[in-house]
């Protein structure tokens, strides 16, 4: 099984869920979660989280302890904020932009915005993903096996980048 580490930031728990079933799929994975310093509680966390993210206002992470240059691959997982990745995501990634060696994507979203997303995701840290892969948050919360088999091809293809 490669190294692989699967980091996300989650803020009403759909994309903590995708981690945690993908860190399953992935022998149980090691798992990271991105705190970031902003109370985005309520309908005011709301609207500042969206604020933020069209502003490409940079988040400020809490510390954590993993050396991300320790992985084969990193899976970073993020729900979509106004058709861009969430701020804490893309400050992640712009950080261990050089201590990453190679990354996949997730995201979670409503309806639309993924392709933003991912675009914004490449360039925080300068290079491309060996896999993406795009949930729909009623999906995820309500078990849709279509969505949980996504997941399954998921992990195997990523696997698989590093056979
Ligand atoms: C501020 C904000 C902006 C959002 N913008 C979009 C969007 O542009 N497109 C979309 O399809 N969903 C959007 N969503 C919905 C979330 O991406 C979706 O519900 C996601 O799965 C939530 O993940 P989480 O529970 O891990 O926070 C937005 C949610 C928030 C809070």
Not at 112 to 119: I, M, N, T, V
Request: hydrophobic content about 45%; overall charge neutral.
């Amino acid at each position: 099984m490669s190294n692989i580490l699967i980091a996300y930031y989650s803020r009403t728990g759909v994309t903590r869920k995708v981690a945690t079933v993908l860190a399953e799929r992935l022998d149980d994975a090691p798992v990271l979660e991105l705190k970031e310093t902003k109370d985005r509680g309520g309908v005011l966390g709301y609207i500042g989280a969206g604020k933020d993210a069209l502003l490409h206002k940079k988040a400020k992470l809490v510390g954590y302890e993993q050396d991300l240059s320790a992985f084969d691959c990193v899976v970073i997982c993020t729900p979509v904020w106004a058709f861009t990745a969430s701020p804490p995501v893309l400050a992640f990634l712009e950080k261990e932009r050089t201590a990453l060696t190679t990354v996949a994507f997730i995201a979670t979203m409503s309806a639309k915005g993924d392709k933003g997303a991912f675009k914004a995701m490449g360039e925080a840290c300068g290079q491309d993903p060996v896999a993406t892969l795009t949930l729909i948050d009623r999906a995820v919360k309500g078990d849709n096996p279509a969505t949980m088999a996504d997941l399954d091809r998921f992990a195997k293809d990523v696997v698989a980048a590093f056979a």
